[in-house]
Nanobody, 116 residues
């Protein structure tokens, strides 16, 4: 099955940047999309960014223009570049893979904290 391991989280000041990476292993030939979700304490989990197997991307409105999702097929890695970070971006971020049967595979989550 598919396994995902996230890295790159941490603590930054408002206005700073972080780059999250997610290494995907296992069967990747039938991947429909890679997604990044986040969940802040007391809040619902929300979809932040997605990229399809054909390279189409979508972003949640609040991160549009600040975050960039990308995939390196050779390294089997999906990344989320986060610039101009705000305290409201503080959350646990999750990397996911969705196959063409719409089964979802989740990483363990990684903390991003933005101080004011």
């Amino acid at each position: 099955q598919v396994q995902l391991v996230e890295s790159g989280g941490g603590l930054v000041q408002a206005g700073g940047s972080l780059r999250l990476s997610c290494v995907v292993s296992g069967s990747t030939f039938d991947i429909n999309a890679n997604d990044w979700y986040r969940q802040a304490p007391g809040k619902q989990r929300e979809l932040v960014a997605s990229i399809t197997n054909r390279g189409s991307v979508r972003y949640e409105d609040s991160v549009q223009g600040r975050f960039t999702i990308s995939r390196d097929n050779a390294k089997q890695t999906v990344s989320l570049q986060m610039d101009s970070l705000k305290p409201e971006d503080t959350a646990v971020y999750y990397c996911t893979v969705v196959d063409r049967s719409f089964n979802a595979y989740w990483g363990q989550g990684i903390q991003v904290t933005v101080s004011s």
